[in-house]
């Protein structure tokens, strides 16, 4: 089994920036695809950027340009670089690895 935490959350005026951490109990190196999810209030969770085994990635429509998903196998840790953040990017923010593990949460709110 392996256990995700997710750190980095926080509030942030709008054009402003934040990095998600997800750090895994083991080794994650094997285990793809590597992805964030997001879910605002009222919302489906929806996919917001995903890291395929062969390196190639995908991000949702609203956030190219200005996320960026990046991994760190030698400390078992995903990455979310979020840049130029808007109002609408607020949710809570999941890291999910493979096709069963998921993270706890980490609350992004982006103030006007």
């Known amino acids: 089994q392996v256990q995700l935490v997710e750190s980095g959350g926080g509030l942030v005026q709008a054009g402003g920036s934040l990095r998600l951490s997800c750090a895994a109990s083991?080794?994650?190196?094997?285990?793809?695809?590597k992805a964030w999810y997001r879910q605002a209030p009222g919302k489906q969770r929806e996919a917001v950027a995903t890291?395929?085994?062969?390196?190639?990635?995908n991000y949702a429509d609203s956030v190219k340009g200005r996320f960026i998903i990046s991994r760190d196998n030698a400390r078992n840790t995903i990455y979310l670089q979020m840049n130029n953040l808007k109002p609408e990017d607020t949710a809570v923010y999941y890291c999910k690895i493979g096709f069963a593990y998921w993270g706890q949460g980490t609350q992004v709110t982006v103030s006007s």
């Open positions: 083991g080794s994650i190196f094997s285990i793809n695809p």
């Open positions: 890291r395929w085994s062969d390196g190639s990635t």
